[in-house]
Structure formats: C-alpha cells, structure tokens
C-alpha cells in the first residue's frame, strides 16, 4: 500500500484534526526525551476512541507498516519514538485521557491510557485514596506509557513498580482485536497472565488502551527528611534501622551522592542544600501515615536521633512545612535536568540484589574511574529496591560530545558487566528501547531471548509492533 493511501485512509478514520504528517508538526514527537534518537514518520495519528485504535491497528496489519505507540515520549531509552529509517505510523493516545471510574471500595481506578499521571493522583484523592506510585515526570508520563515501561519511580520500595499496581488492561492486539481485560479480580487463575504480559512489553505486544490501577488508602500526613552520611554501606543500615522503628510508613529512601547535589545547586535556580557542611553522601526519607501527623513527627525524630547517637548519619533535619518538603523532593527529582545541563553523560539504570548494592556502587566506581581516566561517576537512585543509576561523565575540562562519541559504548559495555558479575539487570525500570538492545542481546542468555522471540512472533507475526525495539529477533527482515 504506497503511502498516499494510508494517509487517505488514516484521514477517514480520524478526520483532518486528529492526523498530523508535517514535518513541523511531527518534529517534536520524533526525537526522544534525552536527544539521542530521531526518527521518521508518514503520520501521526491520534485516535479518540477504542474502535478507532483497532481501526489504525488493522490499517498498519494490512499495509505493512510500523505502529509505533507514544506516550508522554519521557523514556530514557528511545522506545516511543519511530527508528532513524522508519516508515511508521506515530501513534498518540492523548486524546484518550478520561479517567473512567474510581471505586474506593474496591480500591481501584480506571483511567484511559492517555490520562497523565497527576490526573489519576487527582482523581484518587478526590475520592479518599490514593494512587502510590510517583516520578518526576508526573504532569506528563501517561498511564500507557508507564504500564508499557513497568515505569518505577519513588514509592517501588513499600509499593513495588508499575507492574504490581496494575489490576487489569485494556489493549488492542496487533491482528486489531480488543483484549477486554479490565477487570479488578485480585485472584484470577485462568492461565497465562495476559496482563503481565503486556505491562513492560514497550508497545510490542499490542497498543494499550486503558488500565484498572490499585489504590491505596490516604496517608495525607508525611515527615520528608534528609540526612548526610559518610558511606553507602551506612545508607543501608540507616534504612533498615527506619523501618524498624516505623514499620511500613517508610515509603522512600533515595540515595544522592554528593557530586550529584552539587550538580543541582550549580544548574537548577532557586535549590539550596538541606544541611549545612559537606558530606559524602545524602539520602532523602519519606514516611507516611493516615493517622496522626505528631505521632509521626515523633517517631521520625526519634529515630534520626538514635542513627545520629548511633553513628550511621552524621547530620539530619526533617522540612518543617509542605514547602520545604516539596523542595527537598526537588533536589532528588531534578538530577536529570541538572546532568543534561551540565553536558552529556554515559547513563546507565542498573539493579543489584539490595544488600549489594552499596558495595557495588563503590567498586564499580573505582573500577570505571581507573578504566577511564578522568570519567566522573555519579551514581544514585533507589537503594531500597537496587536500583542504581550509575552515569558517568567525561573528563573535566574536555569535549564531551567527542569522548561521549569515541568512548560511550565502551563505557557501557564495562558498567554492564560490572553489573551482570553482580547477579544484576542491565535495565531496573527504563526498559530497553533501542538504546540498550544491542547491550540486551549481547548480555541475555539463549532461553530468555527464544522466549521473548517466541511470543513476539506469536502475538504479532507481522512485526508491525514498535520495530526494533525490546526484543533482539534473530532475523531483523521479520521487522515491516
């Protein structure tokens, strides 16, 4: 089918408003958030029903073409944006952003797949719940998306990631059919969990249309504390001795190097540091509770009060308002910004068992640093759940554009091994995209890879599914 006839045909399902195929139009939805990739597209198409997905999904099927679904494009690793030499349809579900029902009773909520993420926390609130799960890009990563990703975020630690919050989906499959699995059992033993299947699937198992999430009772009352510490190691012990003494109010536990709030302070206006002197490292601490926020207070205080006589942090302060709070969050969330601003950098989302992960971190620091001379490693992130975001940055002083080029690669194949010799995951909660398939194949053994080739081939024998992204096929001319 040559492409006037597609758009002719995409035009009668959408109509002229909900179909954009300019090069000015299209542009901003082509490169990733990170500007790594940029890709083409004949269209993108923004449907506003069920029936007009199915409708694109069986057009695509028909003329041999990639469907390439988008959400908030807040990936790290280029998945929701179209190869560099695609021909593929760009599909958006913003349109499809209701939030069709919340069930307090039954703890739940079901949102269309285009509905952002600070909308179903909304929505839940207004209903006495809520929904835990949380990341910076909240006013703009969409329910599909980070259903697509298995996104994780802040709260994986008492929560667990996108995967476990999500009780049923709703998705068109690639031959146009509608798999109705919105249901909210909490116990269904019908065979392959379908659900599962398509959570962290990248869009290439199906486009997914709508989601029943699970929601949580309030816990409006919070202590945000931050500590400074001498080690890692001390990190971890600062954690369990908190939920210890707080059980599972604890909700958060991040890790900040030093460098890394340095970074913050020197590129993102209006951040100022928590603790007065200098320290090697900084973790920020949120409890939560739906009952008494003094009791909490309390507890929280008494708690860092013992770490300190204790010797496990050497200074800590809790926010004395919402503000504060909300400004301590901020020097965590912002890392990102402060990095891309502060030039390019070798990014890498890694998991290592919990208990290894202090220890890795500084081997595998020192372990990059002397492989590279000059490379500067900041590594940060979630340590209640392993997650270690281990970037690493040209030398100071050089172009870092040029060693970026002639040295990223190698870099990252060194942190993959590093992380692979750890009994690790070279991808904890950013997926795979195209930006680690390569890494994916090169590292995943036979038998993961025969299955995961397996079912692509099953569920989508067309390959029209977001090409080359996830799954390394074996045989690149089964992609459209």
Do not use: C
């Not at 402060?338 to 890795?360: L, N, Q, T, W």
């Not at 554009?401 to 070279?426: C, I, K, M, N, P």
């Not at 993961?448 to 977001?466: E, F, T």
């Amino acid at each position: 089918m040559d492409d006037r006839t597609i758009l002719e045909r995409l035009g009668a399902i959408l109509g002229a408003a909900a179909l954009a195929t300019t090069a000015d139009d299209l542009a901003p939805w082509l490169t990733d958030w990170r500007g790594r990739v940029t890709g083409s597209a004949l269209a993108l198409a923004s449907p506003g029903s069920v029936a007009e997905v199915q409708a694109i999904v069986r057009l695509a099927g028909e003329a041999g073409i990639a469907l390439v679904p988008q959400g908030g494009n807040t990936g790290m690793v280029a998945g929701g944006v179209p190869r560099p030499d695609d021909r593929a349809i760009l599909l958006s579900l913003r349109r499809m952003h209701a939030i069709r029902s919340v069930d307090p009773a039954d703890n739940s909520l079901t949102a269309e797949a285009g509905a952002i993420l600070s909308a179903v926390h909304a929505a839940a609130e207004e209903h006495g719940s809520r929904f835990p799960l949380s990341l910076g890009a909240k006013d703009s990563a969409t329910v599909g998306g980070l259903i697509a990703t298995n996104a994780g975020g802040t709260q994986v630690l008492r929560f667990g990631p996108m995967r476990a919050l999500t009780l049923g989906i709703e998705a068109v499959l690639p031959d146009g059919s509608l798999f109705d699995g919105l249901s909210t059992l909490r116990k269904d033993n019908r065979g392959y969990d379908l659900r599962q299947l398509l959570a962290g699937s990248e869009g290439t198992l199906g486009v997914i249309t709508a989601a029943s999430l699970k929601l949580v009772p309030a816990a409006p009352h919070r202590t945000v504390a931050w500590a400074g510490l001498e080690s890692a190691e001390k990190a971890l012990a600062l954690l369990r001795a908190l939920e210890a003494a707080l059980g599972d109010a604890v909700e958060s536990f991040e890790l900040v190097p030093d460098a890394a709030l340095a970074l913050v302070l020197e590129h993102i206006p209006r951040t100022r540091a928590p603790l007065a002197g200098s320290h090697r490292w900084h973790v920020l601490i949120e409890s939560r509770t739906a009952n008494s926020a003094d009791e909490l207070r309390a507890r929280s205080e008494a708690a860092l009060a013992k770490a300190l006589d204790d010797g496990l942090v050497a200074d800590a302060t809790i926010a004395e308002s919402e503000r504060q709070a909300a400004d301590f969050w901020k020097l965590r969330e912002v890392i990102s910004e402060a990095e891309r601003v502060d030039g390019m950098a070798a990014k890498h989302d890694v998991s290592v068992p919990v208990s290894a992960m202090p220890g890795f971190i500084e081997t595998a620091t020192a372990a990059v640093e002397r492989q590279f001379a000059g490379a500067r490693v900041i590594a940060f992130g979630h340590l209640g759940d392993g997650n270690v975001h281990f970037n690493v940055r040209a030398p100071a002083g050089s172009d870092d554009a040029a060693w970026f080029a002639e040295t990223g690669d190698a870099v990252s194949r060194f942190v993959h091994d590093l992380t692979r010799d750890a009994g690790g995951s070279l991808s904890a909660e950013h997926g795979i995209g195209q930006l680690k398939l390569a890494e994916f194949e090169r590292l995943a053994d036979p038998a993961r890879l025969a299955a995961l080739r397996a079912i692509k081939r099953a569920l989508d024998p067309r390959g029209i599914m977001n090409p080359g992204k996830l799954v390394p096929l074996a045989n690149p001319a089964e992609n459209p």
